[in-house]
């Protein structure tokens, strides 16, 4: 199947992708901000440059979007234009995820990755950031979500 796009088109597109402070993230940062986590962000200094970091406890969140890190999902499906570039970039993508989690491990950090499709039950997250982080403490022993 043909781009549907002119080339300059498909470039502007591209162009316009971030790979830092993306909608995902931001939801995920509000969200831990709300719950009162304090974090760090882009840690050039660890593998993967996580998205979000909590330093004092060696917990590293990714937020990822389905489609550039090819998740199992509809949101992550594979174009069907280009296949000889989208199959190994995607692929490639895949690898160095595993890769770059493994050697946070290994630095004996915990990692949890957290999917674009992920976002649309906001107490489901929450509960699976309490889960990963433990309560923050600005919490009460009482505090739940």
Not at 34 to 48: E, W
Not at 52 to 60: L, R
Not at 70 to 99: F, I, M, T, V
């Amino acid at each position: 199947m043909a781009d549907t796009r002119t080339a300059s088109q498909r470039r502007s597109i591209m162009k316009a992708v971030r790979t830092k402070n993306t909608g995902p993230e931001m939801v995920v940062r509000r969200l831990l901000t709300d719950l009162g986590y304090r974090y760090r962000l882009h840690r050039k200094d660890l593998p993967g440059s996580p998205d979000i970091a909590f330093i004092g406890k060696k917990k590293a969140i990714f937020v990822h979007g389905c489609f550039w890190h090819g998740h199992e999902c509809q949101k992550g499906r594979a174009p069907k234009s280009r296949l000889e570039y989208w199959g190994p970039k995607l692929e490639a993508n895949r690898q160095r995820d595993a890769r770059k989690s493994q050697e946070l491990r290994a630095l004996g950090w915990s990692v949890l990755t957290i999917w674009q499709c992920e976002l649309g039950d906001g107490n489901r997250l929450s509960q699976r950031l309490v889960d990963f982080l433990g309560k923050p403490p600005s919490w009460s022993e009482t505090g739940d979500l």
